[in-house]
């Protein structure tokens, strides 16, 4: 596995300009004093951005097997919304891991934002197709693509008029009341004045300009001589052309016959690229200020992770310290777009008073509340047990003889009850 990382900081932004990386490819002539844009390179990687079009490069130079040829393949665009990295100013580690299955991987600050096949994802191919068009072919002169013909049989109708206009004017028209048709639309500036310099020989005769009729306001239709107003023919059909029929001797569209691929190759590991020996940074930029650090090249991931973890991790540590509150960043919001005070009373206003409406307790149920607790147990004194008991007395007097038994039982009964009430209510 092969893993390039490392660390840039658009430190005032970025109008037009690259901070992308080139491993320069090995090779016995390469002098680094004399590096340029056409230095043989294996891989391109990293940001680049010009007016609106923001990229991530990812390019390797491949080698032809057979003409020994090299010829950059571009990873095919990156799904994936780059402009914030262009404008935060903040540091970005950007990562590229290429594997020996063919895949690639390319991240942003440990996240994932692209991936593909070095075989299937590259624009060119790495391998070219089998059969080619022949470049010696040519179309048969009567070969016919036509899928569509005039009909040879059709005839113009006898009613069809070409001469009927597109436009006629609308004869249900009438002119409005108000409309003035002794004053023109433009009238000449009264204030205007023939410049002091004007020379009627060398400037011809001095006009003054024309401004809007006052007297032709929006209060009234209009001015100057009334036209009716245009309408669409009803007649009007256009010149006549025959309708289309399908074309019997429809052959197609022609292409050239397909023929062996005399370049063909097939390459099943492009992953083993041309070996590197250098690290350049060909900076194109209107801007300054670009920063670049922990460079990092390695086939362990885990060491490239550590390496980051101790360089651009405590960097973003620090920079979210730095970093004002919720509160200071909603404020500052807020400065810039003045509508955003509405959304804030809203989204404190509302759940306030839906706790409000649902918790707040109501007079009923205080008084059921009330009730509830004069509803209660409390304790009976002597008295107020005696008196009803009299109560109770005083029906069974009324009971006949036939009852006196089970009055007698019921005043025993009665007795006691009272005694062990006595024992247990303290008098009042």
Same mark, same amino acid.
């Given at each position: !596995?092969?893993?390039?990382?490392?660390?840039?900081?658009?430190?005032?932004?970025?109008?037009?300009?690259?901070?992308y990386v080139k491993l320069l490819s090995q090779s016995d002539d390469l002098n680094l004093e004399?590096?340029?844009?056409?230095?043989?390179?294996?891989? !391109?990687?990293?940001?680049?951005?010009?007016?609106?079009?923001?990229?991530?490069?990812?390019?390797?130079?491949?080698?032809?097997?057979?003409?020994?040829?090299?010829?950059?393949?571009?990873?095919?665009?990156?799904?994936?919304? #780059?402009?914030?990295?262009?404008?935060?100013?903040?540091?970005?580690?950007?990562?590229?891991?290429?594997?020996?299955?063919?895949?690639?991987?390319?991240?942003?600050?440990?996240?994932?934002?692209?991936?593909?096949?070095?075989?299937?994802? !590259?624009?060119?191919?790495?391998?070219?197709?089998?059969?080619?068009?022949?470049?010696?072919?040519?179309?048969?002169?009567?070969?016919?693509?036509?899928?569509?013909?005039?009909?040879?049989?059709?005839?113009?109708?006898?009613?069809?008029?070409?001469?009927?206009?597109?436009?006629?004017?609308?004869?249900?028209?009438?002119?409005?009341?108000?409309?003035?048709?002794?004053?023109?639309?433009?009238?000449?500036?009264?204030?205007?004045?023939?410049?002091?310099?004007?020379?009627?020989?060398?400037?011809?005769?001095?006009?003054?300009?024309?401004?809007?009729?006052?007297?032709?306001?929006?209060?009234?239709?209009?001015?100057?001589?009334?036209?009716?107003?245009?309408?669409?023919?009803?007649?009007?059909?256009?010149?006549?052309?025959?309708?289309?029929?399908?074309?019997?001797?429809?052959?197609?569209?022609?292409?050239?016959?397909?023929?062996?691929?005399?370049?063909?190759?097939?390459?099943?590991?492009?992953?083993? !690229?041309?070996?590197?020996?250098?690290?350049?940074?060909?900076?194109?930029?209107?801007?300054?200020?670009?920063?670049?650090?922990?460079?990092?090249?390695?086939?362990?991931?885990?060491?490239a992770d550590r390496w980051a973890a101790d360089g651009w991790g405590l960097k973003k540590l620090?920079?979210?310290?730095?970093?004002?509150?919720m509160f200071s960043q909603l404020i500052a919001a807020a400065e810039e777009r003045p509508w955003?005070?509405?959304?804030?009373? #809203?989204?404190?206003?509302?759940?306030?008073?839906?706790?409000?409406?649902?918790?707040?307790?109501?007079?009923?149920?205080?008084?059921?509340?009330?009730?509830?607790?004069?509803?209660?147990?409390?304790?009976?004194?002597?008295?107020?047990?005696?008196?009803?008991?009299?109560?109770?007395?005083?029906?069974?007097?009324?009971?006949?003889?036939?009852?006196?038994?089970?009055?007698?039982?019921?005043?025993?009964?009665?007795?006691?009850?009272?005694?062990?009430?006595?024992?247990?209510?303290?008098?009042?």
């Amino acid at each position: !596995m092969g893993l390039q990382r490392y660390e840039v900081n658009f430190q005032d932004g970025i109008d037009c300009g690259g901070a992308y990386v080139k491993l320069l490819s090995q090779s016995d002539d390469l002098n680094l004093e004399y590096f340029y844009d056409r230095t043989p390179y294996t891989i !391109m990687f990293g940001p680049d951005k010009c007016g609106e079009d923001y990229k991530l490069h990812f390019i390797f130079r491949h080698k032809h097997p057979k003409t020994g040829d090299y010829e950059e393949k571009h990873a095919k665009r990156f799904d994936v919304d #780059l402009k914030k990295i262009y404008t935060d100013k903040k540091t970005h580690l950007y990562t590229l891991v290429l594997k020996p299955d063919n895949t690639f991987e390319v991240s942003i600050d440990q996240t994932v934002v692209g991936k593909g096949s070095l075989l299937e994802d !590259m624009v060119p191919p790495v391998n070219p197709p089998r059969e080619i068009e022949d470049p010696n072919d040519k179309k048969p002169e009567d070969w016919d693509e036509r899928a569509k013909i005039p009909d040879a049989n059709a005839v113009k109708p006898d009613d069809w008029n070409e001469d009927e206009p597109p436009n006629i004017e609308d004869p249900d028209a009438v002119k409005p009341e108000d409309w003035l048709d002794d004053e023109p639309e433009y009238i000449p500036d009264p204030n205007a004045k023939k410049p002091e310099d004007w020379d009627e020989e060398m400037d011809g005769e001095w006009e003054a300009p024309q401004i809007p009729n006052p007297k032709c306001d929006k209060s009234i239709s209009g001015c100057g001589e009334w036209v009716r107003p245009l309408i669409s023919n009803p007649n009007y059909k256009g010149k006549w052309k025959p309708p289309m029929i399908d074309n019997p001797n429809y052959q197609g569209i022609w292409s050239p016959q397909k023929i062996p691929n005399p370049d063909y190759f097939e390459d099943p590991h492009p992953f083993q !690229m041309t070996p590197v020996s250098a690290i350049g940074l060909e900076l194109w930029s209107m801007t300054s200020d670009i920063y670049f650090d922990n460079f990092i090249i390695c086939s362990d991931k885990e060491v490239a992770d550590r390496w980051a973890a101790d360089g651009w991790g405590l960097k973003k540590l620090v920079a979210s310290a730095n970093e004002p509150g919720m509160f200071s960043q909603l404020i500052a919001a807020a400065e810039e777009r003045p509508w955003l005070w509405i959304l804030y009373i #809203l989204t404190l206003a509302v759940p306030i008073g839906l706790g409000v409406l649902f918790c707040w307790p109501s007079k009923k149920v205080d008084e059921d509340l009330e009730y509830k607790r004069t509803d209660g147990a409390k304790p009976v004194t002597k008295g107020e047990l005696e008196q009803e008991i009299q109560g109770q007395d005083e029906e069974l007097e009324g009971l006949n003889d036939n009852a006196r038994d089970g009055e007698r039982s019921y005043k025993e009964k009665k007795t006691k009850f009272i005694v062990e009430q006595e024992k247990e209510i303290p008098s009042a």
